[in-house]
Every structure is written in C-alpha cells, then in structure tokens.
C-alpha cells in the first residue's frame, strides 16, 4: 500500500510515474499553451487586426479541430504531448469542445486535482499525457 507521500500524479488513473504516458507536468503544458497561443496571434495579426475576440476564437478552433484529428493541438504535439481519456483512448468529437470552452475561461484551467488534471480535463473527463 501506497502513502500520499509515495503517490505520484496519474497514479489513481493507473498511470505511470514517468515517461511515455505520464501526466504532462506543468512546463511542459506551458510550453504547448504558449506555442498554440503564439500561432493564433500570429492569425489574428495577419487577418484580423489583433482583434481579442478573434484571437480567443483561433485558439479555441485549433485546438477543437486538432484535439480529435491528431490527439492534441499543435502545441500539445510540437511540446510532446497527447490528450486523451482519463481511462485512456480517443477523447472523440464533444470532449474537445468541452474541454476547450472551459480552458478559455481560464479559472478551470488553473484549479487541479492531485493528478495535475484541471477542472476543464476533469469535466471533459480527459487527461493531457507525455506522448
């Protein structure tokens, strides 16, 4: 038996300490928001004035349109990343959108859980792990 001492993000989900498949750790996960955050200024920039609502709504499209395509968005993937079922697999088509409108509010993004899951993964009932 484990104590709270010996347990380690993922652990409850049956997932692995390190490695392929662990819980993506904070910069990690900063790294993938900023390169996704970057992209959709560099759109808003070139199509759009720098309109906020318009680069708010680049972002959330990246990652709705990737999430389910190609397991993450861009910068999920570029920073080594996969977003998936807490139980594993694909998180299909309505979990991205979820997930997604909850993370531009912010405030989920940022309350975790002991497994590193924020309130936007916990409700989309999805989990971002090294890929």
Same mark, same amino acid.
């Given at each position: ?15 692995? /300490?390190?490695?392929?498949? =662990? ?13 996704? %955050? ?5 759109? =808003?920039?070139? +199509? +759009? ?9 680049? +972002? ?5 349109? +990737? ?5 993450? =968005?861009?910068?999920?993937? @570029?920073?080594?990343?996969? &977003? ?5 697999? %694909? /998180?299909?088509? %309505?979990? /991205? ?5 909850? &993370?531009?509010?912010? @405030? ?10 924020? &309130? ?12």
């Amino acid at each position: 038996m484990t104590t709270s001492a010996d347990a380690y993000p993922g652990q409850r989900l049956g997932l692995p /300490p390190t490695g392929r498949g =662990s819980v993506a750790r904070v910069p990690r996960r900063l790294a993938g928001l900023a390169i996704d %955050w970057i992209a959709a200024v560099v759109i =808003s920039i070139a +199509f +759009f004035d720098y309109d906020p609502l318009a680069t708010m709504a680049i +972002f959330a499209a990246v990652h709705i349109l +990737f999430i389910p395509t190609i397991g993450g =968005s861009p910068g999920h993937r @570029i920073a080594g990343m996969r &977003l998936q079922l807490a139980t594993g697999g %694909w /998180p299909g088509l %309505w979990r /991205p959108i979820v997930r997604t409108l909850l &993370l531009v509010l912010v @405030i989920p993004a940022v309350i975790w859980d002991p497994d590193q899951r924020g &309130l936007h993964d916990r409700a989309a009932g999805t989990i971002l792990v090294r890929a």
